[in-house]
Each structure stands twice: as structure tokens, then as C-alpha cells.
């Protein structure tokens, strides 16, 4: 018996001892994790990114990067701040598939272009606060997008990006033109602080699938764009409901009952369902007549 024991305890403490473990910065065929784990260090300092990510076996370059991950350690004390030269790496990295950077890095603005034409990028969690224009242009495979400290866009968006499904943007209050243009596979937006759509936001992109989860702010539209079907709004409680009932106006800039930029869309909030086939009565129903249902 004492001839069988031995022998397996020793094999079961040498597995313990040469269990695999992760390395605080690593790459694993194109997947850059940067991280605290193991005492690595918490702190990316300002134009470090490229230094850090090329001391790693396998990346000679940005566009060696298919995944990058910052700060995704349990410890969450992952800190620093991006000046240009990192901006400018990141918009390098033409091949990459997954943007993951922690809301404790401060990025600031990235200013134009930043992934414009990333054609393999399919998720991103990014934590900047400004985008200038084409921030995302031309994603083909794009389809999920995090922006957690978002605060602005300008023109072009997210633009022409067939595959986007899900964007969360909950502190963004303007965008430019077209920022949803040709953007047909939409089915949440969530966009609570916004307070100003740019014209011809979703131009040619069929929302008819898509829930857009607004705030209690009425934003201000100048227009949706041509060949657009409108989706779910949904806002947070019935006092704003009450907000677009008492101002028609803005259901209907041009004076018309017919005519209103909301018109087609069905409202939503919490108990509350106005939708042109129910039979709701009193303001409700006021509430249908001056949205053209």
C-alpha cells in the first residue's frame, strides 16, 4: 500500500508546484494582456503603451496586436494616462480584434479617426472621453461597443457598420452627422444623457429592431435621415412620458400632427406602452393624436 501512496502524493504535489500561472504582462498568439497579477506593475505611464506591449515575445508591432487588455485583473488597481504617442499606437493596431482598456486608465480625447476602417474589430470597451470624427468608421465586423466615459462625437460615428448590435454609451450628450448611418443590425442603443442628435443620425439604417433608451431630457433632433424605420424608445419613468406629451413641439417641429421626427416609434416606460395598435384612453390618447398615430 505504502509502494502506491508515496508515489501518487509526490505526483500530486509536483502538479501543484508546476501549475501554469499568468504573468503580469503576456502575450499568447496575438492576446496582450496587461495587467497587476503576480506584481506587475499597476501604472502605465503617459507614451509607455508601445514600449510595454513590444518588450513582449511575438509582438514586433502594432499590428502583431489581435487583442489587448488592460487592467483586467481582479485587483481593479490598474491606473495611468495615455498622451498621443499611445493614442497613435492604438490606431496602428489596424488588425485588432478586442479594445479592452479599464475606465481607470485616463485617456482623454483620441481625436479623429481613431478606429476608422478596423475591419476585424469586433468588441470594445475604451474609456476616452472625446471622439473627433470617424471614431469608428467602416467597422465591417464591429458589434458590441462599451464607452463608458464617452461624452462626445462628432461627424460619422459609427458610421456604416453593418454588424453593430449593441452600443452603451451612458454618458455621451452629443453627436455629429451620420453617426449611425447605414447601421442596419442594431438592437440596443443606450444613450441616457444624450441631449443633441446631429442630423441624419441613422440615415438609411433600419431601427426597426433596435431598443434606443434615452433619458428624462428630451434631446434636440435636427433630423433622422432618409430610408430610416424607426424602433422602441424607451425612457425611464412616466413623468417623462408626460415630458414629450406636454411638448408636441417636439414631436412635431414642422406643425404638423403627421410630420413629427418621433413619428412611428413606440414609447416605452415602465408600465406605460404607446403604441399606435393599443386602446389607451385619456392623454395617452391625446399623446397619440399629436404624434400622427
Given at each position: 500500500m505504502r509502494k502506491i501512496f508515496f508515489p501518487l502524493m509526490l505526483a500530486l504535489m509536483l502538479s501543484v508546484l508546476f501549475i501554469p500561472t499568468a504573468f503580469a504582462d503576456n502575450n499568447v498568439s496575438g492576446v496582450v494582456s496587461l495587467d497587476t497579477t503576480n506584481g506587475g506593475s499597476s501604472t502605465l505611464s503617459a507614451g509607455g503603451l508601445q514600449t510595454r506591449i513590444e518588450n513582449l515575445s511575438g509582438i514586433n508591432s502594432a499590428l502583431d496586436v489581435l487583442e489587448l487588455h488592460i487592467g483586467s485583473d481582479i485587483s481593479g488597481s490598474f491606473n495611468g494616462t495615455w498622451n498621443t504617442g499611445d493614442i497613435g499606437y492604438v490606431n496602428d493596431m489596424s488588425n485588432i480584434q478586442v479594445l479592452d482598456v479599464a475606465n481607470t486608465i485616463s485617456v482623454g480625447n483620441v481625436g479623429n479617426n481613431f478606429c476608422d476602417h478596423f475591419n476585424s474589430m469586433t468588441d470594445v470597451i475604451f474609456p476616452a472621453t472625446d471622439?473627433?470624427?470617424?471614431?469608428?468608421?467602416?467597422?465591417?465586423?464591429?458589434?458590441?461597443?462599451?464607452?463608458?466615459?464617452?461624452?462626445?462625437?462628432?461627424?460619422?460615428?459609427?458610421?456604416?457598420?453593418?454588424?453593430?448590435t449593441s452600443v452603451d454609451i451612458p454618458s455621451v450628450t452629443t453627436f455629429g452627422t451620420n453617426s449611425f448611418y447605414d447601421c442596419d443590425s442594431l438592437t440596443s442603443l443606450n444613450l441616457p444623457a444624450v441631449t443633441n442628435f446631429g442630423s441624419t443620425t441613422f440615415r438609411n439604417s433600419d431601427m426597426s429592431g433596435c431598443d434606443l433608451e434615452l433619458g428624462a431630457t428630451i434631446p434636440t433632433v435636427t433630423s433622422w435621415g432618409s430610408s430610416f424605420a424607426p424602433?422602441?424608445?424607451?425612457?425611464?419613468?412616466?413623468?417623462?412620458?408626460?415630458?414629450?406629451?406636454?411638448?408636441?413641439?417636439?414631436?412635431?417641429?414642422?406643425?404638423?400632427?403627421?410630420?413629427?421626427?418621433?413619428?412611428?416609434?413606440?414609447?416605452?416606460?415602465?408600465?406605460?406602452?404607446?403604441?399606435?395598435?393599443?386602446?389607451?384612453?385619456?392623454?395617452?390618447?391625446?399623446?397619440?393624436?399629436?404624434?400622427?398615430?
Open positions: 471622439f473627433g470624427y470617424n471614431a469608428f468608421l467602416s467597422g465591417d465586423n464591429l458589434s458590441s461597443v462599451n464607452l463608458p466615459l464617452a461624452e462626445s462625437f462628432t461627424d460619422w460615428a459609427f458610421s456604416q457598420c453593418p454588424n453593430l424602433g422602441t424608445l424607451i425612457v425611464p419613468d412616466a413623468s417623462t412620458v408626460s415630458a414629450y406629451d406636454a411638448n408636441h413641439q417636439t414631436w412635431t417641429p414642422t406643425g404638423s400632427d403627421t410630420d413629427g421626427l418621433w413619428e412611428g416609434w413606440t414609447l416605452q416606460a415602465p408600465g406605460i406602452v404607446v403604441n399606435p395598435q393599443t386602446g389607451d384612453s385619456g392623454w395617452i390618447r391625446s399623446f397619440h393624436n399629436w404624434i400622427g398615430f
